[in-house]
Every structure is written in C-alpha cells, then in structure tokens.
C-alpha cells in the first residue's frame, strides 16, 4: 500500500497541498525518504530509475517523492551522500580502539568484507553516480565531497597503521585512495560476477598495500 504521507503534502500539484515545512524538519524527511528507497536505487542504477519507477517499487507515492525532490538527480545525489556519510564513519571506532598494527588491519580488513557482502548495491551505485558525474554537471559538486570523504577516511586508516609502527606513509593521501580505490572496484565486479575469491583477494591486497605502503 502506498505511503500515506500523500497527507503531508497531498501531491505537489494538488491545490489543497500543505506549506513546506520548516527546512530541518523538510530535510529530515529527504534523508528519511532517501535511505527507504536505497536499496531500489542500488538494484535499478542510474539508467532506469525514475521517481516513478521509484514509487512503482516502494511504499511511496511518486507525489510525495516528487515534492521532496525535484527529479531523480536530487534523490540519488541525496541518497548515496547518506549511505556514504555513514560508509566513512565505519572504520572510525576500529581506528580509535586499536593498539597493534596487526589489530588495526584485522579489524579494518573485516569490515571491508562486511561492507562488500553486504552492500555491493550501494556501492555500485556509487561508482554509477560517480561514472555519470563526467556527463553530469548536475552531479559533480556532491561526488567531488563524497571522494574527497572517504578519501580522508582511507588516510585515517593508514596514518594510523603507519602511527602504529612508529612510521609514515610514503605516498600522498590522493595516491593512496586512487591504490585502494582501484582494488575495491575491481573486487565489486567480481563479486558482483559471483566470483567467490573476491574478498579475501582484496582483504589480502589492501593487507600487501598498508605494509608496503609504509616507509
């Protein structure tokens, strides 16, 4: 059954739609509406969703969706800064709590895994975006933060390893993230082929890359 927040806003283009709410509580409701229709946006990619087809596969109306957003470029740009902002949070408590270079990669090698089991979709969303971000001036400004975010979430982990080993990384923050970016598209299109080597030939090669990595 449709969402029966048609009752928020009636439709935009109905005459007995609501004032917009006050701007926290509107872009509350964006980030509340973008994280339901995540998964949707992972298996349709770029290419097919619409707001409509959006609305066709989830409990939304296309209304409701349409008065949050104003076409399918804002609500995947909105949906995938969501899943990201919470991706670079991630390794953050592994990097806090360890002591030993070997806890560090340990822990940080088993919630890659994790993430790539668990949110392939997502993640080849995000390349998705980012692929069509080269065409797509409208995508450009929130792909370059979202980069740049995870960039810095990379060189935390590898600081700290290098931290750990009383050390330093011996390339730039931009090389590392192009290293390690490389690998983990790379191990998404396996996955995603059904290849079951894929992460643990990943979890190997980022374990190669930190040690080499560190000068």
């Not at 957003?69 to 991706?87: E, P, Q, R």
């Not at 088993?110 to 001036?137: P, V």
């Not at 983990?184 to 290849?195: A, E, K, N, V």
């Amino acid at each position: 059954m449709k969402h029966s927040a048609v009752v928020e806003a009636k439709d935009k283009f109905g005459a007995g739609a609501r004032r917009r709410p006050p701007v926290d509580k509107f872009n509350s409701r964006r980030v509340e509406l973008a994280e339901a229709t995540l998964q949707t946006l992972g298996e349709l990619g770029y290419a097919r969703t619409s707001l409509r087809e959006i609305a066709q596969k989830s409990e939304f109306t296309h209304g409701v969706l349409h008065y949050y957003f104003s076409d399918k470029v804002d609500l995947i740009c909105c949906a995938v800064k969501y899943y990201k902002g919470k991706c670079v949070t991630r390794y953050d408590e592994v990097v806090t709590r360890a002591t030993t270079p070997q806890e560090l990669v340990d822990g940080f090698l088993q919630k890659l895994g994790e993430t790539m089991r668990q949110d392939a979709d997502m993640h080849r969303l995000w390349y998705d975006l980012r692929s069509q971000a080269l065409f797509e001036d409208a995508f450009r400004e929130d792909v370059t933060e979202i980069d740049a975010n995870v960039e810095q979430m990379i060189w935390r982990v590898a600081s700290r390893y290098a931290s750990l080993n009383n050390r330093s990384v011996a390339v730039s923050s931009a090389a590392l993230y192009a290293l390690f970016d490389g690998l983990f598209q790379r191990c998404l299109l396996r996955h995603l082929s059904s290849d079951t080597h894929a992460i643990s030939d990943l979890q190997n090669e980022v374990r190669q890359l930190l040690t080499r990595l560190v000068a």
